[in-house]
């Protein structure tokens, strides 16, 4: 980490046909104006709007689903998403019992309302569950004993506790009322295909109906499937639906991220964390997650207490996604970034960074570690690499 004061920095766009100054003073007064130099192919630092992540259900300690979240809490918890390179995100809550995830949505709700830099990273909220498959495997390490049917009455319920902010939810059309239910909620939100046993022509069905997304694709799966057909060669074939991939090389190894990506096609696919409460935590047990007894080993894993097959989210930050893009994938910084840029805005229906993101900055370094965030900043919230994250 290194101190930055009162500095000024050139850098280059992403594909480096532009080149800008930014002059930084703390405690964080940042211009961004265009620069008359040309830009150096030997610079490695680059401006951009910053990462786009979908799955966020907590991170550090902080939990999404905790009803007792307050505005400082918050504030921490996007400042370390800052520091991340994460100007946007959707806050996600999984499945459990009805009452906490009003309780959930209405706390979350109020603090939009209440904390600027929250109201402006926050795209809406995505309800991962309760809607999926109760099967071991799909269900991954959502409880039992909550998951259900498709539900319109309740999802109505939901969002309005979250005052209409409910913008993606993952859900399993395996059930009979789930067309029914896609087809009306597909028009106001965006709706993905996540922690299913569906039939291959109940995957068709779902795009048909309105599906859009595929949650973690390659994960919430059973052990074991059968060669073909499945659920998860019907969504990789399926043109109307974008996938979303979780590439922290513990959910989808090399190969078959690789895999995936050729098969979608990369304008179809984005990055997200699955970031969870555990996330960044020391390892060891954790019995009262909100996930229920939780593993954080030595190798920075999360899986669901004395096992190491099912996962329970992901440790790793967005930026390790993208890292891993360029290492192992052989991406250009170009074409992995639109992966946690463009591509997950394009997913929730929106427009390309430069229009959505006009209020953020994100100053990268591009070296032989990999990429990093040198500065970030959201309205008038600014974080550097030298801010300690807690």
């Known amino acids: 980490m290194i101190g930055i004061s009162e500095m000024k920095f050139i850098a280059s766009s992403l594909d480096r046909s532009q080149a800008f100054e930014i002059r930084f003073q703390e405690p964080g007064l940042v211009e961004v104006s265009a620069s008359s130099t040309e830009p150096c192919r030997e610079n490695n630092l680059f401006l951009c709007r910053g990462m786009v992540d979908l799955q966020v259900n907590g991170y550090g300690g902080i939990d999404m689903a905790d009803p007792g979240i307050d505005v400082p809490t918050i504030e921490t918890f996007c400042r370390n998403q800052l520091q991340m390179g994460v100007v946007r995100f959707l806050p996600t809550l999984t499945t459990q019992a009805v009452e906490s995830f009003s309780a959930a949505l209405g706390n979350l709700q109020r603090l939009a309302k209440e904390s600027t830099l929250f109201r402006t990273m926050f795209l809406g909220f995505h309800l991962e569950g309760p809607f999926i498959s109760p099967q071991d495997g799909p269900r991954g390490a959502h409880p039992r004993r909550f998951c259900r049917e498709p539900d319109l009455v309740l999802f109505e319920e939901l969002q309005s506790r979250a005052g209409g902010q409910i ?4 859900l399993s059309p395996e059930y009979d009322s789930a067309m029914p239910f896609i087809e009306k909620v597909a028009e106001s939100c965006v709706v993905s295909i996540g922690h299913t046993a569906a039939t291959p022509k109940q995957i068709r069905q779902a795009a048909e109906a309105g599906a859009t997304l595929s949650t973690h694709l390659g994960n919430g799966m059973h052990k074991e499937l059968a060669r073909h057909p499945n659920y998860l060669w019907e969504q990789l074939a399926e043109d109307r639906l974008m996938a979303g991939l979780i590439a922290d090389g513990v959910h989808l190894d090399r190969s078959v991220l690789q895999s995936m990506i050729r098969s979608k096609g990369a304008k179809r696919c984005f990055l997200v964390s699955d970031s969870t409460v555990l996330s960044g935590m020391p390892p060891g047990r954790y019995e009262n997650s909100s996930l229920g007894d939780v593993e954080v080993t030595e190798d920075h894993r999360l899986v669901i207490a ?22 192992e994938q052989g991406m250009d910084l170009v074409d992995g970034f639109r992966l946690v840029s463009d591509h997950p805005l394009k997913g929730l229906g929106l427009g390309d960074p430069d229009d959505e993101l006009l209020d953020s900055r994100v100053l990268l370094r591009a070296d032989e570690d990999g990429v990093s965030v040198v500065l970030a900043t959201v309205g008038s919230t600014t974080v550097t690499e030298k801010d300690a994250l807690h």
Do not use: E
């Open 167 to 170: 913008r993606m939810v993952t």
């Open 306 to 327: 004395g096992q190491r097959i099912y996962q329970a989210g992901a440790y790793r930050p967005l930026i390790d996604g993208l890292n891993r893009l360029i290492r």
